[in-house]
Each structure stands twice: as C-alpha cells, then as structure tokens.
C-alpha cells in the first residue's frame, strides 16, 4: 500500500487500522483508504501541533478565531484547509502557511486517487464488459495496463461521471440492425453509438426534412452502382442536407452490429453509423437504407428504442425502396437465373448488380457461393 502525503506524518499500519505516533502516545488517524492508497488530512499535522502545546481544540479554536464546529471539521478533513486558514495557522502556530497549503494540496490530490481506485473497484464488472481492447484497436481509447486506468478512459470516452450511469438508456436512446443482443453486444453497442456521437460532432447540417430524404432515396441509388468506395463522402453530403450526419464506425467484433441510428439530445443532431463489418456491397446498401427507413418512420424518437415489429418494417420497406416487390416477383418466375438476367433486371431498377444477387441469395433463389464474384466489396 502506498501511504500519501507521508512527509508530514510518521505513520504505522496495523490490523488494517492506521494509527500516528506521537510521543509514544498512540492516536487513530482518520483517513481515507483504497487498496493502493491512504490519503491523510492536514488535521492530523494541526492536531499534532496542538499535542505538543497541550492545548485542546475549545481553546485552539478561541485562538484561531474559528468555531469549535469548523475546527473539528478541519482536524478531521472534512472541510478544506483554505489560504485564509493557512494564515492563521502560520501567526498562531508559527508553521508556514506554505507548508499547510501544500498540505492542503496532497491531501486533495491524494484523496482523489483514493476515490478513483475505490469506484474502479466497484465497477470492476462495468469496466470488463465493455471490449477494451477493440477499441484500443479502434483508436477509441489509450492502452492502459491498470483497471483504474481503463475506468478513467472509459468514463473519458463515453462522457460520464462513472459507468453505471450508462444502464440508463434515456443516455444513448439508439436503434441497431445487429445480427444478436447478449449483454456484451449491448455494450460493444454503445461503445459505437457514442464513436458515432463523438464524431458527428464535426459534421454541420442542415435542418431535417423527411420530404428531402425521402427524394434522397432515390438519389442514392445510383450509388449502389460503385465498386469502389469512393462515393462515401457524396452521400455523406448527400444525407448532411437533409439533416442527416452519416458516420462510418469501425467494426467491433462482440457488437454483431452493422448499422444504427439515433437522435443525439444534446446537439439534437440525427445519426447513422454504418460499419464495413462484412464488406459486401449489398449489406451495406441495405443497411443504409434500413436505418433511413428507421428515420422516416420515427423510429429514433422512440425511448425504448425500435421494437421487433419496427426492425421487420424496416426491413420490408428498406428492401422496397431498393427492389420493386412486384417486379422482383415476375423476375424470380419468369426468366432463368443467369448473370445476364440478374444484370438486366438491375439495370431496369437503376441499382448495383450486388443488390439482386443478395437479395436472390438471401430469399434462398441462389445458393450464397453464387455470383459472389460479382459482388464488390468496400474498403475504407
């Protein structure tokens, strides 16, 4: 254990209670106490003072123009020992008042090290749920070796007085198309809600309109066509003016997650983050397209966040918006499945070949090692 603030005092530990040696006269020091650390007042040094003068604190507080009430507040800590009193001290005591200042100041110091230890230690499992190392893979947050350390940069990062607070939803009130909901996918979650937080913050936008996202839709579209990336900070452009700030946060493995969306209360701003989880132009598309859908329907103003009923929704209207349903269903029963056929049939939809070849792979049309190869993949 290390003992703070020790060059005032000579101090001994025994039986886990503290005790001042004074003139071989044994007196219990109150103090504060982690595991690693003990933070000693500054009374403990006056009261010291005050033994060796053998006066007792009715007259120490006469002297120092003081309440009883205060004096003892300030021998056990819990009040400050301010500069004003530092001055006192020093005219009635004849010790510096610089010595009681820095006192005062390691006492402080000292004493927060005592408190951070002890709430790192009560939220040991709050600070083991959340993957710390993927977000340090993430750039998300420094290595550090000490739990303490990682309480401290988790608290950073998500903006809380301490991790706790983050069980309370009305926090990050988020809607996530993800693939599972085990405790630790909700905290893998809420680790990317707040990146995307942070870092739409320097995305400026316009106010929302539903009505220009909804023409939006449909400017977007041609974009499914893209092998490449490189059409990411068009459509961020794109959804920016219609209020939107899209956000590209990186994959978490525990998360299951591939896309979210949320309304920030703080800035009011509207959010969707997308990941590149599994790369395949398709999953993207629709991803995106699934968490406008949660936009339109008002999904993000829903405390609880979107229900079962709302993701199958969105679902249905994210695939709408991308494929017509009633032409889809005469391509499937009419024409053999060819990528010739597939291709034409995108084309008459104004889409990327990727999507029908997903959306024949998801409703079992195609086997999933078909036509894969015609299926690009994005990279960041």
Same mark, same amino acid.
């Given at each position: 254990?290390?003992?703070?603030? $020790?060059?005032?005092?000579?101090? *001994? ?5 503290? @005790?001042?040696?004074? @003139? ?24 010291? !003072? ?26 056990? $800590? ?11 001290? @020093? ?24 408190? *951070? ?80 937080? #942070?870092?739409?913050?320097?995305? +400026? #936008?316009?106010?929302?309109?539903? @009505?220009?996202? #909804? ?6 579209? !041609? ?6 990336? +490189? ?111 597939? &291709?034409?049939?995108?084309?008459? &939809? $104004? ?6 070849? $997903?959306?024949? &792979? ?7 090692? !078909?036509?894969? *190869?015609?299926?690009?993949?994005? *990279?960041?």
């Amino acid at each position: 254990m290390k003992l703070l603030g $020790g060059d005032a005092l000579e101090i *001994t530990y025994k039986s886990k209670k503290l @005790e001042k040696v004074c @003139e071989d006269k044994k007196i219990a020091v109150k103090i504060m106490e982690s595991k690693s650390y003990m933070a000693v007042p500054p009374g403990e040094s006056i009261r010291e !003072q005050l033994d060796i003068r053998n006066m007792n604190q009715k007259e120490f507080a006469l002297r120092m123009n003081m309440s009883e009430k205060h004096v003892s507040n300030l021998l056990n $800590g819990k009040v400050s020992l301010t500069n004003d009193v530092a001055n006192r001290l @020093e005219r009635v005591l004849g010790v510096p008042a610089r010595f009681w200042n820095r006192l005062e100041s390691l006492y402080r110091e000292d004493l927060a090290k005592v408190e *951070t230890e002890n709430l790192a230690d009560k939220e040991i499992n709050f600070i083991n749920s959340f993957p710390y190392n993927d977000m340090v893979k993430a750039e998300m947050v420094e290595k550090a070796v000490s739990h303490i350390d990682k309480h401290i940069n988790l608290c950073q990062f998500f903006e809380v007085a301490n991790l706790s607070l983050l069980d309370d939803m009305r926090l990050l009130p988020i809607v996530c198309r993800q693939l599972g909901d085990t405790d630790k996918a909700m905290r893998a979650k809420l680790v990317i809600a707040q990146y995307a937080k #942070l870092q739409a913050r320097d995305i +400026s #936008l316009c106010r929302y309109s539903k @009505e220009k996202l #909804l023409a939006c839709i449909a400017f977007l579209k !041609q974009f499914t066509k893209c092998e490449t990336f +490189s059409f990411f900070e068009e459509v961020r452009t794109a959804l920016s003016e219609c209020g939107i700030a899209l956000v590209l946060v990186p994959h978490i493995p525990s998360s299951f997650l591939q896309g979210l969306s949320f309304i920030d209360d703080a800035s009011q701003k509207i959010i969707v983050g997308i990941s590149l989880r599994q790369k395949r132009a398709d999953i993207f598309w629709f991803t995106l397209f699934h968490e406008l859908i949660h936009i339109i329907e008002g999904d993000i103003y829903k405390v609880d966040g979107a229900c079962n009923d709302d993701e199958q929704k969105a679902d249905s209207l994210a695939s709408s918006c991308l494929i017509d349903g009633v032409a889809y269903k005469k391509f499937i029963n009419k024409i053999p499945i060819n990528i010739d056929t597939i &291709q034409a049939f995108a084309d008459t &939809q $104004g889409i990327g070949v990727a999507l029908v070849i $997903g959306r024949l &792979q998801k409703d079992k049309i195609i086997g999933y090692n !078909q036509f894969n *190869t015609y299926i690009s993949t994005y *990279t960041a």
